[in-house]
């Protein structure tokens, strides 16, 4: 089955919530996503990178801002492509979808940031527009974030919800180990 990775948003404004004390889960993350675009880049294998651009310029993914840029260890290499979006899913608004079918791509393997943001909105887009889809539970990673209700979740709580509501439904959820296998 022709696969591609899809890695999402890995960029700076993350690494300053990091450094600034945010909450996070899965500290591993960005070794498992160094692995698999390692893995990929070896096999010849499609990869694909994403990156969210505010359109405020109060935004730390502001096009212009230090945070827009990409995290080091996930920057593109040679010819893989860039896909800009300005909302949350990788494929609204973006010739994502095209770029996958030009290149006769049937699963997807998900990576990036966030568990519960914009890497659970790709794979819920790319089920829905019928990709086979893998999400690499180990590859992502979560926030802690308080609820309307006042009600403050871990960041491990909020990954493993992530996890559950798309395996099965939207996605195969996998470790790297397990996706490296395949």
């Given amino acids: 089955m022709n696969t591609a990775l899809l890695v999402i948003d890995v960029q700076m404004a993350l690494l300053e919530d990091d450094n600034n004390g945010a909450k996070r889960s899965n500290p591993a993350a960005a070794d498992n996503i160094t692995r698999l675009l390692s893995t990929f880049r070896e096999k010849g294998d499609v990869i694909v990178h994403v990156h969210h651009h ?3 310029p ?3 993914f502001f096009s212009e801002a230090p945070g827009a840029a990409v995290q080091p260890f996930a ?4 010819d893989e492509p860039v896909v800009i979006k300005l909302g949350s899913s990788a494929f609204v608004g973006t010739d994502l979808e095209q770029m996958l079918r030009a ?5 997807v393997v998900i990576c990036g940031a966030t568990a519960n943001h914009c890497a659970e909105s790709a794979a ?5 527009l019928g990709f086979d889809t893998l999400y690499t539970s180990d590859g992502v990673w979560a926030y802690e974030v308080t609820g309307p209700d006042g009600i403050t979740h871990s960041a491990e709580t909020v990954h493993s919800v992530s996890l559950s509501t798309l395996q099965g439904e939207f996605a195969e959820v996998l470790t790297t180990e397990q996706i490296l296998a395949l």
């Fill in 54 to 56: 505010g359109t405020d």
């Fill in 75 to 78: 920057a593109p290499q040679g």
């Fill in 103 to 107: 290149k006769n791509i049937e699963r």
């Fill in 58 to 60: 109060e935004d730390p």
């Fill in 124 to 128: 819920r887009s790319a089920s829905n």
